[in-house]
């Protein structure tokens, strides 16, 4: 919480600021989702990501569609609330276009984390191949990473009462998750599908996407800006002898 004196009254404000264009949609479309949930029961099944029913009915939709449903109020809450606490500032920076690419590249990411994780022999594996997973919770795993990356000293209340740094909030939440997966997928919290967005955010941001993404860019403007000299023969320079050439 900030304090602002824009004049002889006292303001406060919290968090971000307003919902960016991208996260506004991201939001209504999760609670218009989980509303009909509530109306029409087995969407929940038919639209959750279930291994079991991507390679035995071919739904191979629920990749992506498992990240709009969620099993209560407290779920889509507070999955709802981090990605505005964590999202908005990434948005602004990146774009709404990459910031919706990255989002799903995370929340896909961490189903498939999940499928893949699924197919290991033993019971972990059996539970997690019938077992039915629903939330953002992967995607928004994903943001938490990136806002670490980004602002790793930024002050993270902790249980809304430790203040710790981004960069150490992400790495307890993430080790949760890894503790919480070794002992297998139960509590109905699938933290192989939290860890399989972290994974997929870092390998995303790391493997050079925004670095690519800005030299195309670059390159992009230069050819623009050569393509333009040559047409209206204009020239960053010259020699001192080449008194015929005009320059407009």
Not at 94 to 101: A, I, K
Not at 168 to 194: D, E, Q, R
Request: hydrophobic share 50%; glycine share 10%; proline share 5%.
């Amino acid at each position: 919480m900030r304090s602002r004196y824009p004049s002889s009254t006292l303001a406060y404000s919290f968090g971000p600021g307003p919902l960016t264009s991208a996260i506004k949609a991201i939001v209504i479309a999760n609670v218009v989702a989980f509303v009909v949930s509530l109306v029409f029961p087995t969407i929940t099944r038919m639209f959750g990501l279930r291994p079991a029913d991507i390679f035995g009915q071919l739904h191979l939709w629920q990749p992506v569609t498992y990240m709009f449903l969620h099993a209560g109020i407290f779920h889509i809450l507070f999955n709802m609330l981090a990605l505005w606490m964590f999202g908005v500032e990434l948005e602004r920076m990146w774009g709404s276009r990459f910031f919706v690419q990255y989002y799903f590249i995370c929340g896909v990411g961490a189903a498939m984390t999940t499928v893949l994780l699924s197919f290991v022999p033993g019971s972990f594996g059996a539970q997690l191949y019938y077992s039915l997973t629903i939330g953002a919770s992967g995607a928004i795993y994903g943001i938490l990473l990136a806002y670490a990356l980004y602002f790793p000293n930024r002050p993270i209340l902790l249980y809304f009462i430790f203040p710790i740094p981004a960069k150490y909030f992400v790495a307890i939440m993430g080790g949760i998750s890894l503790l919480s997966s070794m002992s297998g997928p139960g509590g109905g919290i699938a933290h192989t599908t939290h860890l399989g967005g972290l994974v997929a955010g870092y390998l995303y941001l790391k493997g050079g996407r925004i670095h690519l993404l800005s030299e195309f860019k670059y390159r992009y403007l230069k050819w623009r800006i050569n393509r333009m000299r040559r047409k209206f023969d204009v020239y960053s320079g010259g020699r001192a002898d080449d008194v015929n050439r005009r320059v407009h």
